[in-house]
DNA sequence: CTAAATACTATTG
DNA sequence: CAATAGTATTTAG
C-alpha cells in the first residue's frame, strides 16, 4: 500500500491554541491522532512496542477516542520548530531501500556542524515511519538510535532491503 | 534566563 | 574499545 502524503507546518504554540481537542484511534496497521479537520498530528505502526505513548505525548489537549478511516491520501500537520521542519522535508528525498547519514543530512539543509541538533530534530519527528527517519544512520556505520526502538528501525530497513550486516552493532544471524 | 540533555562525529590513547 | 571536545538546538527548571 503506497500513501500520498501531503506535509503542513505549524508551530506549537500555534498548535496548542488552535486545537484544544484532538482524536485519536486506530486503523489498518497505523495508530493515529487527528485534528478536528482530520489533519495527521501523529502516528506510529500498532506493531511497535509501548506504541500507545503515542497518545500520552497529548495530555495538554482533550482527548477523544473515535473511529478513524484513514484515506490513500493522508494530510499531516507537524508541529515543531523551523530547524525540525526542514530536517522532515529533507527526509521525505531519502529514497526506499536506501540509507543516509546524520551527517549528510545537516550537509544537505546547509548546517553542516548542526549535526547533534539535526539527529535530535529527526528524532522527534512524529509521524515516523511516514517520514522515513528509519534510513538515516551514523556515518561510522553504526546504525543509529530510532524513537521507537533499534528493533523496530532494524525490521523496517530489512523490510525495504536494506542489508542490515554492514552495519556495526547489528547482532549477526547465525 | 541558564543548565542539561541529545537518535552525532572526529580524534586520541 | 573508551573517553572527550566540539557543536547547535530543544527542553526543563
Known sequence: MTYHIDLHFTSKEIFLKTYP?????????????????????????????????????????TLVEKKIALKDKLTCLLVGT?????????????????????????????RPKAVRA?????????????IPCHRVIRSDGHIGGYYWGIPAKIALLKEEGVSIYSLKGIPQKR
Open 82 to 110: 523551523p530547524l525540525q521542519h526542514q530536517v522532515w522535508e529533507a527526509l521525505l528525498n531519502i529514497p526506499v531501500g536506501t540509507t543516509v547519514s546524520y551527517q549528510k543530512l545537516a550537509d544537505q539543509i546547509q
Open 118 to 130: 539535526v539527529a535530535n530534530a529527526v528524532g522527534s519527528n512524529p509521524i515516523s515511519p511516514l
Open 21 to 61: 481537542t484532538l482524536f485519536y484511534g486506530e486503523d489498518k496497521e497505523w495508530l493515529v491522532v487527528l485534528t478536528p479537520d482530520g489533519q495527521i498530528c501523529a502516528l506510529a505502526m500498532r506493531s511497535f512496542p509501548e506504541s500507545q505513548t503515542l497518545i500520552k505525548k497529548y495530555q495538554k489537549h
